[in-house]
């Protein structure tokens, strides 16, 4: 089966920056494909370079068996892509928008209104499609974006981070219409740094970090590379500095991050038999206020490959 899209070796730097280093994945037709990394990780240029946007220093992308590189026509009509930034017309309403990006990818006029109807519907916007650009919130703003992007029917939709900076409401259509694409066949590479988004809307996962792929799998199988850790969350009272530093040397212990000036993250092997050693570690530079276990999830596997929180 030809992979929706599949890359390899891909390698880009800025100057000193090594931005991408040797990435590769492919997605299979219809499936729901993960990039989830840290800020600067790497995600914004790697999508970049598998829209033909920027050209890397080395590596291949092809879309549906078509090298991108030496037929980007083919191969980026196949792709719905929906960029971090937005570029609509504020004058313009909705419907009117989408009108003018459907013209652009040569769409029959008969054709392009009946989509455009469906396009409203899976972005939840029917109701508020013939408002202006500049009388909707940035979220619904996006969510046209992400119409545009569906106008020509692509067969892999590719959305950087298309929840930030987004109302709730705005948030919850997005998640849902991507899930109604994916039900529906379509492939999708989704990249976020809320590990909850990934973890409801994708199949398969790539942890990105410092321009690398450090691991990707299956929720499951990238979980249970954790082993039998627990997340353990504290809350202290007193000297955090210092409790944190004799949390460290807790014997089962194997990551600690601090998450706020009196919070803590640990990754512990069998954590949930550890709390009365780490509340009597910190004993005399603190008290643990509140303690919360937590089996392992994508956090603690991004924690454990990275040595860092998503969002610290
Ligand atoms: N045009 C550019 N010129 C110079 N450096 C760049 C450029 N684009 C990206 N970089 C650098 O490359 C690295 C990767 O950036 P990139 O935007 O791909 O990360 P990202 O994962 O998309 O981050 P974010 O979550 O902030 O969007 C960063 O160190 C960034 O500063
Ligand atoms: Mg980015």
């Known amino acids: 089966m030809t992979a929706a899209m599949s890359c390899a070796g891909l390698r880009k730097s800025y100057g000193d920056v090594l931005a991408v280093q040797d990435v590769g994945f492919s997605i299979a037709p219809g499936e729901a494909y993960g990039l989830l990394g840290p800020n600067g990780a790497g995600k914004t240029t790697t999508i970049s370079m598998l829209v033909g946007l920027v050209r890397p220093d080395s590596g291949a992308v092809h879309i549906c068996g078509t090298d991108l590189a030496t037929d980007p026509m083919t191969a980026k009509s196949k792709i719905g892509y929906v960029p971090q930034e937005i570029a609509l017309y504020p004058e313009l309403t909705g419907r009117e928008n ?22 409203l519907d899976l972005v939840g916007l029917s109701d508020r499609a013939d408002g202006k650009l500049d009388t909707y919130s940035g979220g619904m703003k996006r969510r046209i974006n992400i119409g545009a992007a569906l106008l020509h029917g692509p067969e892999l939709l590719i959305l950087d981070e298309p929840t930030v900076g987004v109302d709730p409401q705005s948030r919850k259509a997005i998640l849902d219409g991507v899930e109604r694409l994916v039900a529906g066949g379509m492939a999708l590479l989704y990249t976020s740094h809320y590990m909850e988004e990934v973890e409801r809307v994708c199949d398969r996962v790539a942890i990105i970090d410092h321009g690398r792929i450090v691991a990707d799998g299956t929720r499951h199988e990238l979980v249970s590379m954790v082993g039998s850790a627990d997340k353990i969350k504290l809350t202290l009272d007193g000297d955090a500095d210092s409790a944190f530093a004799k949390l460290q040397t807790v014997e089962g212990v194997l990551e600690a991050v601090r998450t706020g000036t009196a919070t803590v993250r640990l990754i512990a092997e069998g954590g949930r038999y550890l709390l009365p050693a780490l509340i009597t570690a910190v004993e005399g530079s603190a008290s643990v206020t509140a303690a919360e276990v937590v089996e392992p999830d994508l956090e603690a596997t991004f924690l454990h490959l990275t040595g860092s929180t998503l969002r610290d």
Request: glycine share 10%.
């Open 98 to 119: 989408l009108r003018f990006f459907g013209r652009l990818f040569g769409l029959p006029r008969r054709a392009l209104a009946r989509r455009i109807d469906e396009v």
